[in-house]
């Protein structure tokens, strides 16, 4: 028989406790405490998943100070706690302040035993949710692929790439903006693909001088230059028998472009210096956050060469347009932080909001390193805004202006509407309180199809 789910009632008058008692006693264990550290005493006992807590606790029933109190108590003694605070009827602005301090939920006073019901249910769900995440991410049983985690539908394509490139020795071009992964999908290639027990060589061709660069990916005979006191072997053939990843390949000199379309072309090389052409077997993956298509209109980059690294391209999605993966990743990279540092840490409401409503132009890099900085300044394992440095209003739209920040905007609350109702314009419109001709007119002022 499956144990039930216990739920911590702290109330000190003995009617509503009573009464909470015989609503919730069917689907639950409840613990009943009436006071702060009665409250306390019974959480570290009977570990309960979801407490409800009357903000008017003795010995001052009529202010809410003390119950504030018992709530930064009972968070910080378990993180994951799920708090609903009840007010009374006219103290509004005391829920407000309680979910701004960590609870979940809150309603007023007299308890309306349906809605009691609900909000407690809701509460158990998402603490559920939430330990078999991490559990999940205990065990390796996340949402990942080859490292890399997420489940929306734009990752997931990305997926399915990689597995069907694991099978072919095509070159590939990874494109998408900075701190998307790209690297790590070179990764996942690599590894999957019959090269696996060959060498992963990476090399950022934007990171290293255009003057040192050559000499980097070709290499050098002893005596080639000032300074080269030994031979050495370039990046392109130490990958050899393995895979060459070229990162930021739109930065890549003209000069740099032409040797290596002739390596791409013939399969050989020559070290700087040498007179021998090397024979070298390896895959080529490249990635780049430029637009190489306008790149080649403006002359900057070869048309040819794009074409031999080309072979198939994979677009990675910024993380803003990953639907549900920005709180899977906090979470994931919370997690990581927590099991490093040796502590419990969990968002506040006021977190998730910050997460989910930032534009995240440095995508997964920034969001981990948020994250990374978050928990070494987090007090009492609570990550909030300030923790995340996300406290400015709209900071995805600094700098843009009020055209282009209104337009942005109108953009996203126009894809959300879309996307919560799959597609349906008429059910859109609705959920933007505006008229069905109003957003036709918005759609095609901001060149969106319909």
């Not at 006071?35 to 570990?47: E, F, G, I, N, Y």
């Not at 003694?77 to 708090?83: H, I, Q, R, Y």
């Not at 549900?324 to 977190?351: H, S």
């Not at 900085?373 to 009492?380: G, K, L, Q, T």
Request: a neutral charge; proline letters at 4%.
């Amino acid at each position: 028989m499956d144990t039930k789910p216990t739920i911590l009632i702290v109330e000190d008058d003995d009617e509503v406790r009573t009464q909470m008692k015989w609503a919730l006693t069917q689907q639950y264990e409840v613990v009943l405490a009436e006071d702060r550290q009665s409250a306390v005493d019974s959480l570290k006992q009977h570990k309960p998943a979801v407490v409800t807590l009357d903000l008017g606790l003795p010995p001052s029933p009529g202010d809410p100070r003390e119950g504030f109190s018992a709530l930064a108590d009972l968070l910080q003694s378990d993180p994951a706690l799920k708090v609903i605070v009840i007010t009374g009827q006219d103290e509004r602005s005391n829920g407000t302040q309680a979910i701004g301090l960590g609870a979940c939920d809150f309603f007023s006073k007299p308890v309306k035993i349906d809605e009691l019901k609900v909000v407690v249910a809701r509460a158990l769900k998402v603490y559920e949710l939430e330990r078999e995440h991490r559990e999940q991410l205990a065990t390796g049983e996340s949402d990942s692929f080859e490292g890399i985690l997420g489940k929306s539908s734009q990752i997931q394509s990305v997926f399915a790439t990689i597995r069907k490139m694991s099978a072919s020795d095509a070159s590939v071009l990874v494109v998408g903006e900075s701190g998307t992964g790209k690297e790590l999908v070179a990764g996942a290639i690599h590894r999957l693909s019959v090269r696996q027990k060959g060498p992963f060589i990476p090399i950022n061709c934007g990171a290293i001088p255009e003057t040192l660069l050559e000499s980097e990916l070709f290499g050098h005979e002893k005596g080639a230059f000032t300074g080269a006191h030994v031979q050495r072997q370039g990046r392109i053939e130490m990958a050899h028998r393995g895979t060459l990843f070229l990162d930021e390949i739109g930065e890549l000199s003209g000069t740099l472009q032409v040797k290596l379309l002739r390596f791409l072309q013939h399969r050989v090389i020559e070290r700087i210096g040498g007179r021998s052409l090397i024979s070298v077997d390896t895959r080529v993956i490249a990635a780049t956050n430029v637009d190489l298509t306008k790149a080649m209109a403006e002359g900057r980059f070869r048309e040819d060469l794009y074409y031999r690294l080309a072979v198939v391209v994979i677009p990675m999605p910024p993380l803003r347009e990953r639907e549900g993966d920005i709180l899977a990743l906090a979470n994931a990279f919370l997690q990581r932080q927590a099991a490093a540092q040796q502590k419990k840490l969990v968002f506040t409401p006021r977190a998730v909001k910050a997460l989910e409503t930032y534009g995240w132009p440095g995508n997964v890099r920034e969001l981990e390193n948020r994250i990374q900085r978050a928990a070494i300044m987090a007090e009492n394992g609570r990550i909030t805004p300030e923790d995340l440095a996300l406290t400015k209003p709209y900071p995805q739209f600094e700098g843009q202006g009020l055209g282009k920040a209104r337009e942005a905007l109108e953009r996203q609350l126009i894809e959300a509407a879309l996307m919560k109702a799959k597609g349906n314009l008429t059910r859109a419109a609705a959920e933007l309180a505006i008229s069905r001709p109003t957003l036709y007119e918005l759609m095609e002022k901001l060149g969106m199809r319909k």
